[in-house]
Each structure stands twice: as C-alpha cells, then as structure tokens.
C-alpha cells in the first residue's frame, strides 16, 4: 500500500453551515479522511492496467499532495492567474509530475494540489440534491485525476474519466447513477441531473 503526505488547507470557518452534518465538517476540516479515500483511490489507479497512470507512480513508494478548501475569491484569483478565466470555478489541479520524471529509490512522488471553491461545491450539491459530502469527494476524485494525467478534451475522454470517478467514488459507496456532465474546461467539471 502506498504511503500518502498529504497537505492539507480547511475550510475557513466562515465557509461552515450550521447545517453540515459531522461527515461533512470533517471533510472540510479534517485531513484524516481526505487521507483514507486518496489512498484508496491512488492504490487502485495504481493497479488498474486498464487506465493511464504515471510509470513513476505505480512503482513509487510514497507520494505527496495538497489538498485546499477555499472561498469562490480565492480560486477566481488563481483561476484568473492560471488560466486567464477572471470567475471561480470548483475544482482546480495543478499537476507536478512531468512524465519522464526519474525517480531515486524510496524518493517521494509529489502530484501536486487540488484546490476546491467550497461556496460553488455547496451551490452544486443543492442542484444536484446531493449532499456536500459527496459534491467534494466528486471533486476531490476529477482533480485527482487531473494529477495523474487523465483530461477531457472530448466526449470519449469525458466519459471515461467521469466513469472511473463513478469506481473511484463506489469504493466508499458513492456511486452516482446517472451523470451527465456539462463540462467548460480541463479543470472544471458540473454534474446535471
């Protein structure tokens, strides 16, 4: 099994509802289960032969990612700087690997970061009558992907990748069971019902 550092940035306090359940606080505070599903889902993107993965990820020993909480102004800043779209959207990755990247023995991999708008999270949650909980582990899983490679420039990539979000998130058993996705760009993904 894998060993993941992960970095981990809550929610400010001014982006809880007294209405989040305590699986949903801890989500938002707490890196322990943010640890739990990441490494699951590395492990078995690890695995699979069957979908892209980074040669040095499937034969590294640890890896290390970032994972970020934060407000729609904070990721309309850095959607604004890294992808010259002045608006927030609700998941970003900022991938590290390089794909010839050498490795040394027992080096740790780092992936990258992915960062979640929280207020556009909770605001497709309630579209899609789903609770947050879920919408962020949705997130968390596309911009995971992203980390490792996978994009969407088209309809078959898109449904692939939306397909192994659907696994990845089945592992916990959260599987969605009907997606259809209108998706503007390569870090941006928004389920319809």
Do not use: Y
Not at 54 to 69: D, K
Not at 129 to 147: K, M, V, Y
Not at 163 to 185: A, D, F, P, T, Y
């Amino acid at each position: 099994m894998i060993t993941l550092d992960l970095a981990f940035s809550p929610a400010a306090a001014d982006l809880l509802d007294a209405a989040d359940d305590a699986s949903t606080r801890s989500r938002l505070q707490q890196a322990r289960d943010w640890e739990c599903d990441l490494s699951a889902w590395i492990e078995d993107l690890r695995q699979g032969r069957d979908h892209p993965c980074p040669e040095a990820v499937r034969t590294c020993e640890s890896v290390s990612l970032g994972v970020s909480m934060l407000d729609d102004a904070s990721v309309a800043e850095l959607n604004l700087r890294w992808r010259q779209k002045p608006m927030p959207t609700d998941v970003l990755s900022f991938a590290a690997l390089e794909s010839e990247m050498p490795m040394a023995a027992g080096q740790e991999l780092e992936l990258g970061d992915i960062v979640v708008s929280v207020p556009t999270a909770r605001r497709q949650a309630l579209e899609q009558a789903h609770g947050l909980d879920r919408e962020l582990r949705w997130l968390i899983s596309h911009g995971l992907l992203h980390l490792l490679g996978w994009d969407h420039p088209d309809e078959d990539s898109l449904a692939a990748m939306l397909q192994k979000q659907e696994h990845l998130l089945g592992m916990g058993g959260n599987v969605r069971s009907l997606v259809e996705i209108n998706c503007e760009s390569a870090d941006e993904v928004t389920a319809e019902p």
